[in-house]
C-alpha cells in the first residue's frame, strides 16, 4: 500500500503550458513521434508531418476527420480503438492504443498511441483530444525511442510491473525520489518506500490496476520524500505507469493565499462589527464573540477606564468575555468577576499595559498566569479553563492604551504563535480605534445632552394652564440637535397680571453646534419677549432684527403662543385669549374640549423662516379658548420620518389628537401616548413636545 506521502505521480500534460510544450516538442522531434490534434467541436483532426510518415500518406492524401484516419486501420483493431477513444472522450479522461496501419503499399506497420481528452472548463465536456503515436513495428527500436521521451520530458516518470517492482524510472523520477534507478529498479515499490503503505497512493494505484481505469489524485508523502505530489497512473497489461510532479510550493502558495483572505475577512468582520455600535461596552462585547472560536478557545476583554488610578487595577473593569464551550461559560463570567483583584503587580495584563507590548505564553499558559494569581477563587477557576497557551495585547489608539484583550487556547488546540500575535494586534488596533471613537464620542454626546436638557427648562406654574413638556433626542448619530421648547412669564408681575407664553422652535442642524446655536436663538427669544411684552409676531420680528445684528450665521423655525387670561369675576369662570404666530414651524394644533382639532396655520399662510430676512412680514392669530382646549405645539421629527413624509405624520397626529385628547384628562399621559404613537423605534431627529391645556375649574 502506499501512504499519502509518496511521490504521487502528477504528470502535467506536456501541452498544458508554453515550457512543457517546448520540451515535450524537442522531445518528440528526437524520438520520431507523432502528434495528433483531434477537434472534438469541428470534428477536424490534424496530424503533423511525422504523423504523415507513419501512416505513409502526404498531408493531401488524408482527409483530416477521424473517418479518414478509421480508414487506414487494420479492419480487426478499428473497433478496440474506436471503443478507447470513446472511453477517453466520455472520461475526459486518457486515451491509449496499439494497433495496426495498412500503409499504401500493403505492408503493416504497429503504432502505439497515447493521448488525453481536454475541456476548457473545470467539469466542462472535452473539447479536444491531444495525444501522440509512434513507430512500434520494431519493438526494440520502439522501446529506444519511448525512453528517449521519457527522459527528455519534464514530469516524473516510472513504471511498475504486475508485482509492483520498478520497470523503469526517469531521471525527474530519480531526483523527485532521492534514489537512483540502479537501486530501485526490481525493488517493490513497498519496500523501497513503505511509509506509503496503508496511504492513499497504495489505494489509488490498486484501483486503478484493479479497475483497469486511470487515476489522478494528489497526496502528500512522509519521510523520506515529506512533499506534496499530483499523480496520474495508467494501468497495463505490463504494468502500471506513474506519472507525477512535486506541488508543495502550489499547496503552501495556495494555503497562505487561503490564510490572507481568512485574515483579511476576519479584520473586516471585526470592523464592521465595532464600527456598528456607538456603546463601548457592546463594542467590547462584540469583539470577544468575534475572536471566539475563530481564533481563540476563550477570551477577556478589559476597558482600561482610568489610566492613572492609584491602584492599576481599580482604573481596568472586564467587560466582555466569550468561551466556544457553553459549559464553561459560567467559570468565565466567575473568572472575569474575580481576576483583576487576584492579580499581583506582576501580572500579564500589567506587564502588556505597563511596556504597552503584547505578551506570548507559547505553552503553559495554565501554570503561568496562576503564578501571578493569589491564591483563591480566581485561581481556582483559572486551573478549570485550563489555557495551555496565551496572548495577551493592549488595545492603543491616539498613544493611550484603551483596553486589552486576552486570548486563551486549550491543550487540543495548536498553540499561539508569532503569526497569531500579528492578527491580534492587527485586529487590536481597529479595535481600539472603534472603541475610543465610541468613548469619544459618549462623552461629548453626554455632555452636549447634559447642556441640551439643562437649558430646557421646566415650565412656570399658572391657575388655570396645565403645561407638559417633552423632549426626546434622536436615536441614531448625535443625540444632540436644535430642537428647544420654552414656557415663561410674561408682563408685570406686581399686578398679577402675567401672561403665560410657550414656544417650540428647531435651529438647522444636529450636532454641537446647532445645540449651541439653539441656546443663543433660545435666550433672545425670551429675553425680547420678556423685555418688551410684545404679542407674538412682534416677538419674532424682533427676533428677526437681532439674530442679523449679532450675525448669528443660523436659521431657524419656531411657534410663539400667548395665553392672555382675563381674571374671573363672581359667578364667572376665567376667560383666555390665546394668541400665535408661526415662522416656517409646523403648525400647532388646537383640540376643542369635543375633540375638533384645528391646525393654526395653513402651509401657504405659514411666515418665513428666522434668519432670513428681517424686515418680512409676521401674520399672528388669535381665538379665544373654551375651557378644556388643549393647545399642541412640536417639531418635526414628531411627525416626520423616512417611511412617512410631514403632511401625512400631521395628518395622523390629528386623527390621534381628536381620538385621545377628550379622553385623556392626565397631560403627561396625553404626552407619552403621542410619543409612542408617532415616534418611530429608530427615532431620526430630536423630538420637543409641548402641551397645554386650559382648565380654569382644574388644579
Known sequence: MIDDHFPPPTT??????????????????????????????????????????????AEDDFGGTIEAFNRRLHPDDLGRVSDALQRAIATCGDYAAEYRVVLPDGRLRWIEARGHAFADEPDGLPVRLVGASYDTTDAREGDARVGRVLEAMPSAFFQLDRDWHFTYVNSEAERL??????????????????????SSFETHYRSAVESGEPVT??????????????????????GLAVYFVDITARREARAELDRSAHRLALLASVSEALTATLDPTEGVS??????????????????????????????????GWSHRDPDMAQTLRDYAGRRLQAMTDSSYLAEAIREMTPVLMGSSATEAVAAVLVPGVARDRLRELAPFSA?????????????????????????????????????????????????LYESQRDVAEALQRSILTAPPRREGLQVVTRYTPAGDVARIGGDWYDAFLQGDASDGAQDVVVVVGDVVGHDVEAAAAM???????????????????????????????LQLETTATAVVARFEQAPATRGRTGRALLRWSHAGHPPGLLVDPDGTVTRLVDDDANDLLLGFDPAADRHEGAVALQPGATLVLYT???????????????????????????????????????????????????????????????P
Open 177 to 198: 525520489l532521492g534514489s537512483s534507478r540502479v537501486h530501485l529498479i526490481g525493488t517493490a515499490i513497498w519496500e523501497a518506500f513503505p511509509s506509503s503503505v496503508g
Open 286 to 319: 462584540r469583539l470577544a464573540t468575534q475572536l471566539v472560536p475563530e481564533l481563540a478557545d476563550w477570551c477577556l476583554v478589559t476597558l482600561v477606564e482610568d489610566p492613572n488610578a492609584t491602584d492599576w487595577r481599580r482604573g481596568l473593569r472586564d467587560v
Open 12 to 57: 502535467r500534460s506536456p501541452l498544458d503550458a508554453e515550457s512543457d510544450r517546448l520540451a515535450w516538442r524537442l522531445a518528440v522531434d528526437a524520438a520520431g513521434v507523432g502528434v495528433f490534434v483531434w477537434d472534438l467541436v469541428t470534428g477536424e483532426l490534424r496530424w503533423d508531418d511525422r504523423m504523415f510518415e507513419l501512416f505513409g500518406l
Open 636 to 698: 418635526d421629527g414628531l411627525v416626520e420620518r423616512r417611511d412617512r413624509d410631514i403632511d401625512d405624520g400631521i395628518q395622523s397626529l390629528m386623527r390621534l389628537l381628536a381620538d385621545v385628547c377628550p379622553t385623556t384628562s392626565d397631560l403627561d399621559e396625553l404626552s407619552d401616548r403621542l410619543l409612542e404613537s408617532m415616534a418611530s423605534d429608530e427615532q431620526e431627529d430630536d423630538i420637543a413636545l409641548l402641551v397645554v391645556r386650559w382648565a380654569p375649574e382644574g
Open 519 to 549: 441656546g443663543q436663538v433660545r435666550g433672545l427669544l425670551r429675553g425680547i419677549a420678556v423685555h418688551s411684552g410684545d404679542a407674538p409676531a412682534a416677538i419674532l420680528s424682533g427676533l428677526d432684527t437681532v439674530m442679523e445684528s
Open 217 to 238: 489524485f494528489e497526496a502528500y508523502h512522509p519521510a523520506p520524500l515529506r512533499a506534496w505530489y499530483e499523480v496520474r497512473a495508467w494501468p497495463s497489461p505490463e
Open 391 to 439: 496572548v495577551i495585547v493592549p488595545l492603543r489608539a491616539r498613544g493611550r492604551t484603551v483596553g486589552v484583550v486576552s486570548a486563551f487556547r486549550g491543550i487540543h488546540r495548536t498553540a499561539f504563535a508569532a503569526e497569531d500575535v500579528s492578527l491580534l494586534e492587527d485586529i487590536g488596533a481597529r479595535a481600539a480605534l472603534a472603541l475610543d471613537n465610541a468613548r
